[in-house]
Nanobody, 118 residues
Framework: QAQLVESGGGLVQPGGSLRLSCAAS????????MGWYRQAPGKQRELVAG???????NYAHSVKGRFTISRDNAKNTVYLQMNSLKPEDTAVYYC????????????WGQGTQVTVSL
C-alpha cells in the first residue's frame, strides 16, 4: 500500500502559476507511471500529465506548453508546475501512481483544489 498526499493548490489569477506536489509514502521508483488528473464540477476526471519510470512524459493537449510534470526520486515526490493558468484549469487535482504486478494497482491522493479566477 502507498499513500499519496498532494499540496500546493489554491486560488490564483489568470496568467498566474502554481506548483503542485505529490509526496508518496513509498519509493516512487517502484511505480511504472505517475500522473496528475483533474476533475471539474460536472465533468469526468481527466489525465493532465503523466511520467513514466524512465522519465517519459505526456500531456493533455489543453495544457501542453503550459504545464510541466517532474519527479524527484530522492524525495519520493512528483511535481506539476502550472504556468499561464486559465479559468478552465479550475478543478480538483489528483495525484496518481500505477503499479503493474500481475495486474494494475492504482493509488490516488485525496486531491487539492486549484481555482483560477480574478
Amino acid at each position: 500500500q502507498a499513500q499519496l498526499v498532494e499540496s500546493g493548490g489554491g486560488l490564483v489569477q489568470p496568467g498566474g502559476s502554481l506548483r503542485l506536489s505529490c509526496a508518496a509514502s513509498a519509493r516512487i521508483s517502484v511505480f511504472n507511471t505517475m500522473g496528475w488528473y483533474r476533475q471539474a464540477p460536472g465533468k469526468q476526471r481527466e489525465l493532465v500529465a503523466g511520467i513514466t519510470k524512465g522519465g517519459s512524459t505526456n500531456y493533455a493537449h489543453s495544457v501542453k506548453g503550459r504545464f510541466t510534470i517532474s519527479r524527484d526520486n530522492a524525495k519520493n515526490t512528483v511535481y506539476l508546475q502550472m504556468n499561464s493558468l486559465k479559468p478552465e484549469d479550475t478543478a480538483v487535482y489528483y495525484c496518481n501512481a500505477d503499479f503493474y504486478a500481475g495486474g494494475l494497482q492504482r493509488y490516488w491522493g485525496q486531491g487539492t483544489q486549484v481555482t483560477v479566477s480574478l
